[in-house]
DNA sequence: CTGTTAGCGCTTTCAT
DNA sequence: ATGAAAGCGCTAACAG
């Protein structure tokens, strides 16, 4: 690997003449200029990052945490992320935390170790206490899908209540009053917050929130399935349930073509999230999208604002949206 | 942050036994160590791996070139490669790629100006001249789903020919004769394997082939629809239709669906890929399995052979699979 | 505007 | 077994 003594040498000038010519410092005499960068080119010169990292405390890496990568939510959001980033001529270290406290906490430290410059997460499993104690003695975090006090202008997140509104809304509008839902676990902000707007959206409708309409699930696709069944002996004449994501949204499905109903006249179902494969499914799934790529590109510059001094303009809080497809029926057609 | 000399100092100690304590050594008088591992543990010392790259010309760090990171093919095989490496205290560098030349060759420059130590890609743009050459001249690389010449021991691929006639012979065997191809694009290597395939199923079934039986599409969702139309529109007996991909069979479903089709009873569908929504789309879809995330850990661990000196068993080609569904009807039971 | 010099935090001979 | 010293490739005062 040449290096910058070496370009220095070749181009007859010093060393730090180089340096300034790669920085694209003004003050260098264009003929110099021009000589240094012929020389670089001749020698196939490549700066080493790591060098310079050294010299100048940077890293221009930035650590990403993310539960899983392969699921379509967590892909688009670390694309997002990446290519954001990579535009700015940063990068992206990826690791994935697998859900696992002891997991996730081992990441940090090795991105830390590995001297980021900072941190975009998305975990459930490190408490609101630790992740604002990272952010403020060790390294700036940005954090997506939370709320966490203590980390100022790096929380991006999904309007929740307002898409649980959303799906029991439309379900009303369409003509739906025996109406089950099936959330997430209680534990979780999202799931909780999903949940209250599904019971604002009933009171506003001008119905009654029973407890026992709601089943309460850990977002996988077998929930879905335990919760369409307890939902239908709860309330036989049953004709929507909403799901607080599209994973248990799936699962109810093949769990009602199971139990032998015909989709989505005996049975409508809205998911949440709008994963990709929300319209693989059949029928199509009518669904509350998250714009996890949008709030992927925010954190991206969030960090890029922070730690960089670049001045984009941020959102932290994203409108849910209702995307309508086939899996509601409309009671008000009969 | 606490450097090695601070650590060296509060044990009463010189940077060198620091430094061998750091790295193990066994050469370090037991007394010595456990002042030092103190000392570390009192400033909470982290070693900088910058430093350290720069000092040993290794970074540590592997980088990857995919396509995309928002489908699970893509996610699935990255999240493998991770998880070999971080076990082994590497990192990952991910970079994405768009399917563009002009990008991939740039994030190929970005990867080596990061000073990794190894590459990882599934590329369709780089000529395998191209590949051969990197690999030769400037970094190790290792590929997935690609077999180039010059690239010794480090390309991972599926058996595609093998799984294009395990699609077909499952359909010979549930009673199709008349069988409709839709393929990938012509100058894709492992399309056409997988059309070979196909022509060797037919071939040992006793049936003949047809070429205007096959449809030539790209890979997209939209190429099931026109495929399975001018299928149909060819044969209008056709009994099924093997698709060289998973989303051209969920086009192929939908564009089923919307002739009035009755799936699987009037028209059966094999895909191949078995990604994460074969089994969300409705019938559930009979497909291939194409274990992404075994080459993507094999990917992993051949670069740890030569780049890190570890002994890992590598098998560079990959056995499909056909994952039986509910897409595919036994005309055998009428 | 250009060159000299001193680090950045660590590894690695080479002596002792 | 331990320490001293040089150097990895670059940046950033500082002096001229």
Known sequence: MTTIYQVAEHAGVSLSTVSRVLNGRKTVNPKL????????????YRPSSVARSLAT????????????????????????????????NKHVIITVGHNDLAQEVDAVEFLISRRCD????????????????????????????????GIDDG??????????FLATEHLIAMGHRQIGYISGPRNKHDAMERLSGHKRALAEGGLDFLPEMVFEGH??????????????????????????????????????????????????IVGFDNLMFAHHVFPKLTTVSNPVNKMGEMAAKSILNRVYDQQHVLQPLYDAQLVVRDSVFDLNSL
């Open 33 to 44: 200029r021009e000589k240094v960068e012929l020389a670089m080119q001749e020698l196939n």
């Open 57 to 88: 405390n940077r890293t221009d890496s930035i650590g990403i945490l993310v539960s899983e990568l392969d699921t379509p939510f967590f892909g688009e959001m670390v694309q997002a992320i990446e290519v954001t980033l990579r535009q700015a």
């Open 118 to 149: 900072a941190l975009i997460m998305h975990t459930e499993g490190m408490s609101d206490e630790q992740l604002a104690a990272i952010n403020q003695d060790r390294i700036p975090i940005a954090v997506i899908n939370r709320d966490v006090p």
């Open 155 to 164: 929380c991006f997140c999904l309007d929740n209540e307002q898409g649980g």
């Open 219 to 268: 977002f996988q696709e077998l929930d879905g399935r335990d919760g369409l069944r307890y939902l239908k002996q709860q309330n036989p004449a049953l004709t929507a349930v909403v799901c607080a994501n599209d994973w248990m949204a799936s699962g109810a499905m093949s769990c009602a073509r199971d139990m032998g109903l015909d989709l989505p006249r005996d049975l409508s």
